[in-house]
Structures are given as C-alpha cells and as structure tokens.
C-alpha cells in the first residue's frame, strides 16, 4: 500500500517537475565545422553529445543540406558555427526545416563565431563578378588561437545558461582549457617569429587570419575570382608574381582542388604545403593543440629548405 | 498491374505508420523500486539545485555582460553591415533561355491531358521562364515570398503567372519544435521536384509523369503543415489542404476541394553519402480540366458564349495547320490520321476532351547522393528515382464539329454546330522515372534519366510513351549553368530527337539549396 502511495507521490511530482528529469540529458550540440566540434568537446566534456556537420576534408562553403542534418538541428541545444556567410548555402535551410526554436538567432543556442571576433577583409564594393565573395568579411576565423580563447569564454558562457546545472563543470573545463590554451600560445608565438615575413601564395582566400596572426606575407590567390577555379591568364600572372617575389611556399587546403598549386610548383619548383586548415585536415590534426603544432610544423620545415 | 497498384498503395499508406514508430523517442518501462527511491532523492534536491540554478545563472549573467558575448534580438542578422536597405526584401531574378531542334513538328502525349507547362517547349530559339523571387523575413514569427514567372510561348502576349506567393512561419513563431506551417500559393510538398523551381533541375525539361500529371508542378493556393520528428534519423510528416484549382484539379467550387498527405524518411551512409525516401498522396475533383489547347477560356465556370467562341477559332486554327502540313507532307499525314482512329476516339477523348471526375495521386520518391571526396562541389553522383500512380475516372466531354444542311445539295445552307459528347473513362496510370547525374569535374556535369508513362487502358495505343535523355552541363559559378540536353522521345511508337540548348542564370539574391 506504501508503495502504492509512493508511486503516484513520484508520478505526481514527476509530471509537475519534468525539468528534473531532462537536466541530466546531455547538451546537444551541432558544429558546423570539425574545429568547433573539437572546442564543444573541450569545453562540454561528458557533459555534450558533439556532432560536426563537415569532416575536415570538406569544404564548408559547400555542403548539402542533408536529411541527417534537419533531424540534428531538430534534436540540437546550441548550433555553434563560423557565420559570416560561410555555412549560407545550407545553414539557413537546416534552421528552418529543423525548426528548433532554442537554436536560432537571438537564442542563446546560436553562437557564431564571427559575430563574436573581429572579421578581417570586409570587402567595400560587394558584386557577384568578384566571386562567391562574404559580405561580412572573411569567416575563417578560428585560425588564429586567439579568437579561439574568446569562443571558448562565449562557449562555455552559453552552455551554463541553457544547462545551468551543470555550469560549475562548464567553468571548470573552461579554466583549464584557457590555461592550457595560453601555454600552447605562448609556446606558438615564439615559433611564429622564425617563420615572420615569408612569402606565400595561397589557392583560396581562406588563410587570413593565420597569416596575420604568424606574421607571413601572401603575395597573391590561385584563385582570382572567390570561389571559381583560376584562369589560365590569371595563373600567368601568378606564375610571374611567384618567380619574382622570392615565394617560399604554395599554401593550400585538404578540400582544396590540387591542379592549380601542382601546376606553379611544376613551373616554379616552389613546395606546396597542405596544411590541415581544421581539426581533421591532417592525420595529426586530431584537435585544436595539434591543428597549430601541425600547421607550424608543416610551416617550419619549408622555411628549413634551402 | 493490380497487384502492383496494391503494393504500392500498402507502401503509400504504411510509410507514415513506420516513420512514427521509428523515429518517436524510446518510451521508458514503468520503474522499478529502486528507480523510484532514487527519483525521490532526485526530488529531495530539487529545490536546493533550483536555488544553485539561479545563482548560476546569476553568475553567467554577470559574466556575459564582461565577456565579448552578446546575444541579438530575434530576427535580426548583426553579420549583415546595416545599410539603408537593409530591410528591404530579398531580390532574386533567374534568366532562362533555349534553343531547340525537334525532328518531329507536333509533339503531345497520346492519351494525356498536356497544359503550358507540360508541353514540349517551342522550337528555335525560346525565352523559357524567367523568374522573379522576393522574400524577406516578415518579423520574428513569419517568412514570406512572392514568385512571379514570366513565360513566353510563341505567339501569344508574354504571360505573367503568379507561381508562389506564401508565408511561412518561422521557427520564432512560437509553435512547437519541427512544426511549421505554409500558407497561400507555394510548389507544394509532393515527391521530390515538385516543390522546385524547375531551374534548378538537372534536366532541361521535366520528366514525363510530372508533364503528364502535373502540367509541371502542382502549385495551388493553399496551406500545408509538416512536423519534422525528433530522432537520429531524419523523419517528416504532413499534409495539406487545397482550393483545387490547379492541375490535376480544376474548377474548385467550395474552394478546398483537395488535400494532400506526404511522409519522408531520410539519413546518411559514412560520411559522403546522403538518401531520402518519400511517400505522398494528393487526391482531389476536377470539373472541365482541360489540355493548353483548350485551357485558355476555361477556368471551370461552365460555358459561356466566350468560351464557345474561343473554342471555335481553336479549332479553325487548328484546321489551318492541317491543311498547312498536308501540303507540306502530303499523303503521310493522312496515313497517320488514319492510324489515330483506327486505335479508337478514346485517346482523343483522354488528351482533348474536358475531364471531370476524381482525381487521386499516390507518388514515391528517392534520392541518393554520394560525393567520393565528401566535396560535392568537386564530384558528385545522384541518382533519383521518382514513381507516381494516378487514380482517375470520370467523364470526359469532347465537342465535335458536325455540319447540318437544311438543302443536302446546296452547301451555303450548311450550318457547323459544335456537339458536346461525353465518354465515361478510367485516365489511371502509372508512369515513372529514374536519372542519374555525375559531376566529374568541379564545374562539368553528365546525366541520364528514362522516364515512362503506362497510357490509361481506355486510350487503347499500342506503346507506352517514353522519353530517354542525355544531357551535358557546365557550371561556371552557382549562379550561371550552360546545358546540352538530348532527348529521344517515343509517344504511341512515333520517335521525337530533340536537342536543346539552354542557359540558367540568376541574379540578385540566391536562396540556399535544399537537399
């Protein structure tokens, strides 16, 4: 009879209090890009299911608004991208089809990256004749550490809002990400002052922040036109630019197409170097520390070369 | 063919069945003692942590006024710079041209009802549909659009058409998660093309159930509310509710005299690849549907004089390009005359005459897309399939010409009068197609695609119509596609080549592609 009493107190209660029961869900939280994948899992810990709508072969300009990604966007606590513009062929279609209300701009479940960062390049004349060109500005941000240790702080800010019982885990994590993350930059900067000042051409305009961030030169794109595949007039150009500006390397991305840097090295003889761009980019790129140590390393040995 | 009609209709009406019960959250057994002590003890703290809860918010609070966080008021875009026009809708123009070379002068589907959109597109050089989007969000809570075509067919004033002008609710409205509702005039939900702007398919032309069935695509005035399920794999459900004035129905009296009931099921395999499956049923009445020949004073309020007048020139028209292909081809022409009729009036009937009945479409749909690299923009395969079964009957009126001569041997006694005939007909049928396309370099593309038709029992023909197509394309930006497109079309044994060529450009704004 006890029992009986006990069962509809906990029935009761358990329908007048159902947030006590959901707060132990994990967070569920959809990346758009692997990098902010590898940062939700720093921050989030045991705490978050992290799921990242792009692998780190893949260009996140381009990516189909899959079935696969409505139902995680309908499932998903915070939706955590790059913004300005990048995911624009397919994040918007995911918002509205997945319908979740917590995720959308303006809740605390939406975070952009570069809403929250300075953006570099922000173009003064927009035409489409420029390419598939980013009216806010380059959104490639999480290439410098730095605007990484602020997403962090955003991060780790959001999920003790939306999970507030769970919030001191969120700091916690958060403090000794910061304090590792510092170390590793500090490690990094002195790295950066050997490779200060060289010469780089990349394919795409996808690499401002790093070179700025390192202090290397880009002395032009493979890519004339964002977005659309150079031009054999163009690439003259390059070739031309290449052989007099004293170009030490050929950056170019996993997802990136070979044909264009393989051609300049053919002609030129400058080392092509694919960086791994994100988490993932490279066999050894396997979360945000590698992503730097191995850019630089890869960085460091054409700098070596004689 | 029954037992197929069965088949599908089981799949049809068991999909929805199926996608609730795989994609609803797990439901939890009744607990046990234990599990019940220990829920108490969780209620026990609930309050403590309630309290901890509030200072942690408290405390993120305070901290997010520190940080460089900031949230942003609904609806609003801060990546956007604010310009002074800033709030002005979405403008989007898509530029469609072509040019055609048929083999065959006249082109129609034996057997089937053909409207504007669903016929073979004028030979030469054509303007095909150029198009104008504006859409905006409306505030917090809505989305709306408005869609105008241009058409242009030979000889006739260029017709504006109102494709799409709808709302939509927005994931602010305040409705429950995935829900989402669609009001006014849109491309409906129904299989895979059909809710697409005909510019972004990957063939020039539509394949031949959507011809067929659809006069291009089924875009009613309307409302349609669908619920994305929660669960890992992607699952939908909807339906619809229609005035039933666009084809397959027409002459919509009460207004909402059709509806529609739609399921989907979709997910990934790996990484690279990516499939939806769909099963659909729009079912309505139709009162004087009628082909484009006939379709021009016909919008399904009966027969006025106008119409009757229209009807004529129609068919004096017709009687001129009659005699004008006789003298060009002489005795074959008759010969085929003949062999029309020798195959029964019932065809005519079918494809000139003036349906009204019920009508009812159950449709499946697939579509699988796999990029080797993960890139799609660099290579690509897609293979989409699309089947449809057509539940029509009714009766179908033809008017005939039918002289009467009060003096038999004088003619200027003659009188043409125009006799209403009506045959009680089945127009069911099934028709089908499959493509594949394949990007095999980042701006090349390949494709191929068989589409059929079984032609309604009634119309008695010989062969099935069928349409094989071959077709090239180059994409130098997304925003600009140049197409070569082959087809080789079979209606009732008589062979059309066709070979167009055509240009897709848009400008302006470009709205995000869906899967």
Known sequence: MKAWYTTLLVVTLGALFPLSAVAQEPVRILACEPEWAALAEEIGGDDVIVHSATHGRQDAHHIRARPSLIAKVRLADIVFCSGAELEVGWLPVLMQRGARRIVQPGQPGHIMAADHVEVMERPEVIDRSLGDIHPSGNPHVHLDPRNIATLADVLANRLARIDPSRSDAYRERLASFQSRWADAMAGWQKRTERLRGMKVIVHHKAWPYLLHWSGLKRVTALERVSGIPPTASHLAEVFELARNSGTKVIIRAPFEPVDASDWLFGKTAIPVVELPFTVGGHPEAQDLFSLFDVTLTLLEEVQDRP | ?515
């Open chain 2, 1 to 515: 063919m029954q037992k197929i009609i069965g088949f599908v209709r089981a799949a049809v009406m068991g999909l929805p069945v199926l996608i609730l019960a795989s994609a609803a959250y797990p439901q939890s057994d009744p607990p046990t003692t234990e599990e019940l002590a220990a829920q108490i003890s969780v209620l026990k703290q609930d309050y403590e942590r309630r309290i901890a809860m509030l200072e942690a918010q408290l405390a993120s609070l305070e901290a997010e006024s520190r940080s460089t966080d900031r949230t942003d008021p609904p609806g609003v875009r801060t990546s956007m710079p604010a310009r002074d026009n800033s709030f002005n809708p979405a403008i989007g123009v898509v530029l469609d041209a072509m040019v055609s070379e048929y083999s065959e002068e006249q082109s129609g589907i034996p057997g089937f009802q053909l409207g504007h959109e669903g016929e073979r597109p004028d030979e030469g050089l054509t303007l095909g549909h150029s198009e104008i989007t504006l859409s905006s969000n409306i505030d917090d809570k809505f989305f709306g659009n408005l869609t105008l075509g241009l058409g242009v067919h030979a000889g006739e004033p260029v017709e504006l058409e109102l494709e799409e002008a709808y709302i939509q609710t927005l994931p602010g409205a305040g409705l429950p998660d995935g829900l989402r509702v669609k009001a006014g005039r849109a491309l409906w939900t129904f299989g895979y093309l059909n809710e697409l702007h005909a510019h972004s398919d990957d063939f020039t032309d539509r394949p031949l159930p959507y011809r067929a069935y659809l006069d291009g695509a089924y875009n009613d005035d309307g409302l349609e509310v669908s619920l994305v399920l929660p669960g890992e794999l992607y699952g939908e459900i909807g339906g619809g509710i229609f005035r039933g004035d666009d084809t397959p129905f027409r002459g919509s009296r009460s207004g909402r005299e059709a509806w529609s009931a739609f399921a989907r099921l979709g997910g990934d395999i790996g990484h690279n690849s990516a499939w939806r499956i769909g099963g659909y049923i729009l079912d309505g009445e139709a009162r004087n549907r009628s082909g484009a020949a006939h379709a021009h004073g016909d919008d399904g309020h009966g027969h006025g004089e106008e119409e009757h007048e229209h009807e004529e020139e129609e068919h004096a028209h017709e009687e001129d390009e009659h005699e004008h292909e006789e003298d060009e081809h002489g005795h074959e022409e008759h010969e085929h005359e003949e062999e029309e009729h020798a195959h029964g009036d019932f065809a005519e009937f079918l494809s000139d005459g003036a349906f009204t009945g019920d009508s009812r479409l159950y449709g499946i749909d697939f579509r699988y897309t796999w990029a080797p690299t993960g890139n799609a923009r660099d290579r690509e395969l897609i293979l989409q399939g699309e089947y449809f079964w057509r539940d029509e009957s009714g009766d179908y009126m033809l008017q005939e010409e039918h002289e009467e001569c009060t003096d038999p041997s004088d003619p200027s006694t003659c009188e043409v009068h125009l006799d209403d005939i009506t045959e009680s007909l089945s127009g069911d049928s099934e028709g089908w197609y499959a493509q594949a396309v394949y990007k095999f370099l980042p701006q090349w593309r390949i494709g191929a695609r068989y589409a059929r038709l079984s032609s309604p029992d009634d119309a008695d023909l010989d062969d099935d119509p069928y349409t094989l197509s071959t077709m090239v394309d180059w994409t130098n930006s997304e925003f600009g596609r140049i197409r070569l497109q082959y087809n080789r079309e079979s209606f009732n044994g008589e062979d059309d080549d066709q070979i167009m060529l055509q240009y897709i450009m848009s400008i302006g704004a470009h709205g995000a592609h869906s899967f």
